[in-house]
């Protein structure tokens, strides 16, 4: 667990992760920039963007298809509703990595 944006980078150097789970809003950098870490330093992990704003479509444009797909708003649902969601995230990246595998085969 990070408990600065800016410690981030760090584990995704040494661990591999099946998910982040980052809030969009943060005092050093948004939850665009650590979205933009991870996918540089870890490609193959699903990533759930939380927020306690509305997310402007300026905003929303600025995230690709998959992690818009992934955007919870505060406050969380159920934690039921919460896991379901890392897990739909993982099990899709997943699925993704999967498909260029078949066609190359």
Do not use: H, W
């Not at 939850?31 to 479509?57: H, I, K, M």
């Not at 992690?67 to 993982?90: G, H, N």
């Not at 993704?96 to 085969?105: D, Y």
């Amino acid at each position: 667990q990070c408990t600065r944006s800016t410690e981030v980078a760090k584990p995704l150097e040494f661990q591999a992760f099946s998910a982040v789970v980052c809030d969009f809003q943060m005092p050093e950098v948004t939850g665009r920039g650590v979205y933009e870490v991870v996918l540089r330093q870890q490609p193959n992990c699903a990533f759930v963007l939380c927020t306690g704003y509305s997310l402007t479509s300026v905003e929303l444009a600025a995230l690709d298809a998959d992690a818009k797909k992934f955007v919870i708003r505060k406050p969380f649902p159920e934690s039921t509703e919460m896991q379901a969601l890392v897990s739909r995230a993982i099990s899709e990246k997943r699925q993704s990595q999967e498909i260029p595998k078949i066609i190359a085969a």
